[in-house]
T-cell receptor
Framework: QKEVEQDPGPLSVPEGAIVSLNCTYS??????FMWYRQYSRKGPELLMY????GNKEDGRFTAQVDKSSKYISLFIRDSQPSDSATYLC?????????FGKGTRLHILP | NAGVTQTPKFQVLKTGQSMTLQCAQD?????MYWYRQDPGMGLRLIYY???????DKGEVPNGYNVSRLNKREFSLRLESAAPSQTSVYFC??????????????FGSGTRLTVV
């Protein structure tokens, strides 16, 4: 079993919809949870990070962590075509960041 | 703008040729990393340098060597390129390995094709 599992998509949703992106993990040692956004032909950039179980909000983005279920989510409200990108979950343990494979998201105008 | 600079952006090599990918950061970060990204495989760590003067293997180090030239620069060398090394290579840096929760800053990548 991979330490971090993420559905690669692609996921296509109409503009204005709420988007839900998810990852599961198997290692309880993970302490910090992050979401990276990667536009086509660019490097990943850190979008949000969180530590504890619960929700963290930043504008239209909400990161959610459920440590008991080993499940993390990223919600995007009022999605825009500019949100079209690949979203990678990432988790930190033992001085290393382990990345999910990424989910490709298309927001349809 | 401050960040991570990778050169070259594109490269085509013949099987057996060698080349060095260059990476430099101007954020005074201690730790630097080399990843490769392949379709369906995600980001895989090749080598990393937790601090100047140290390097360690990651998940997929075979066929690669690295040099931490100074605090700013971390190079990746392919001694004898193989088609399986066709990939997009990303360099990243962080303030220090033990505080990776602040995330990595990535370069824009080098697209390498080995024919």
């Amino acid at each position: 079993q991979k330490e971090v599992e993420q559905d690669p998509g692609p996921l296509s949703v109409p503009e204005g919809a709420i988007v839900s992106l998810n990852c599961t993990y198997s290692n309880s040692a993970f302490q910090y949870f992050m979401w990276y956004r990667q536009y086509s032909r660019k490097g990943p950039e850190l979008l949000m990070y969180t530590y504890s179980s619960g929700n963290k909000e930043d504008g239209r983005f909400t990161a959610q962590v459920d440590k008991s279920s080993k499940y993390i989510s990223l919600f995007i409200r009022d999605s825009q075509p500019s949100d079209s990108a690949t979203y990678l979950c990432a988790m930190w343990r033992d001085d290393k960041i382990i990345f999910g494979k990424g989910t490709r998201l298309h927001i349809l105008p | 703008n401050a960040g991570v600079t990778q050169t070259p952006k594109f490269q085509v090599l013949k099987t057996g040729q060698s080349m060095t990918l260059q990476c430099a950061q101007d954020m005074n970060h201690n730790s630097m990393y080399w990843y490769r990204q392949d379709p369906g495989m995600g980001l895989r760590l090749i080598y990393y340098s937790a601090s100047e003067g140290t390097t360690d293997k990651g998940e997929v180090p075979n066929g690669y060597n690295v040099s931490r030239l100074n605090k700013r620069e971390f190079s990746l060398r392919l001694e004898s390129a193989a088609p399986s090394q066709t990939s997009v290579y990303f360099c990243a840096s962080s303030e220090r390995a033990g505080q990776a929760l602040w995330g990595y800053t990535f370069g824009s990548g080098t697209r390498l094709t080995v024919v």
